[in-house]
């Protein structure tokens, strides 16, 4: 087994970490599509063997009410009604080709999809997401899937029948689904207090442990750990020498 380590978005300046890493999750790819060639500067920046994974862009997923729009760069009103929750329209498709192409420059290796909250376990979302899943091109990159508004039978049901990672935090929930690569793929986000996100947590030694066996007990060849709360970077690097 071959255990990733790494922090979603850089906590510092993209030298120093790939110093420190051998992986990390792209969160700007989330907020704004940047350009490619933009992109293909990154790439040179980093290791020939440093690993990529990309957030997808956040008209795939969240609906212009969500404030995250704010820094698109695009014209919201032309794209009302149009975007999110993985709905089946021309414009959702546009954005999952430009995401899979900022995967392809990086050679991505896990494309993540998030859904908020918002994105309930409705008989509508449900069509939607299998509406899309059906009909993308993935191009051979793996796709991890975080759902927060849905109960556990019906997250595994879609990632077995479509193949995705089912991404969870680890600290918090067992794991459900890895894909046919036996990839797994968690996001750590802190502690929580009545189902709200505290990421200002910063992880004891017990919970980075019992995190530890956690991952040596599952029957896959790859995981990836992202760490995703305030202390990140402190986390991480703990993490990384507890496993090494």
Not at 191 to 203: D, F, L, P
Not at 222 to 240: H, P, R
Request: charged share 30%; proline share 3%; hydrophobic share 35%.
């Amino acid at each position: 087994m071959k255990i990733y380590v790494g922090c979603c978005g850089f906590p510092i300046s993209m030298k120093k970490y790939s110093q420190k890493f051998s992986v990390v999750e792209l969160q700007s790819t989330f907020y704004k599509l940047p350009r490619l060639e933009t992109v293909e500067k990154w790439k040179k920046e980093f290791p020939s063997n440093f690993i990529f994974c990309v957030k997808a862009f956040q008209g795939i997923t969240h609906p212009i009410s969500s404030p995250t729009w704010r820094r698109s760069g695009l014209n919201l009103e032309e794209l009302k009604d149009k975007v999110g929750f993985l709905k089946p329209t021309k414009e959702v498709f546009v954005f999952w080709k430009k995401t899979l192409e900022i995967c392809k420059i990086l050679k991505a290796k896990v494309c993540l999809i998030q859904l908020p909250k918002s994105f309930k376990e409705s008989e509508e979302n449900i069509r939607n997401a299998e509406k899309f899943f059906s009909k993308i091109e993935r191009n051979g990159i793996s796709i991890a899937l975080e759902l927060r508004g849905w109960n556990k039978k019906g997250f595994k049901k879609i990632c077995k029948k479509f193949d995705l990672i089912a991404c969870v935090d680890l600290v918090k929930d067992e794991p459900l689904y890895f894909s046919k690569k036996k990839i797994a793929y968690f996001r750590l986000h802190g502690s929580y207090e009545r189902e709200k996100i505290n990421y200002k947590h910063k992880y004891s030694e017990k919970e980075l442990k019992e995190l530890k066996n956690k991952i040596e007990s599952l029957k896959v060849k790859e995981v990836f750990v992202m760490f995703n709360n305030m202390y990140m970077l402190q986390d991480s690097i703990k993490f990384k020498k507890m496993i090494q």
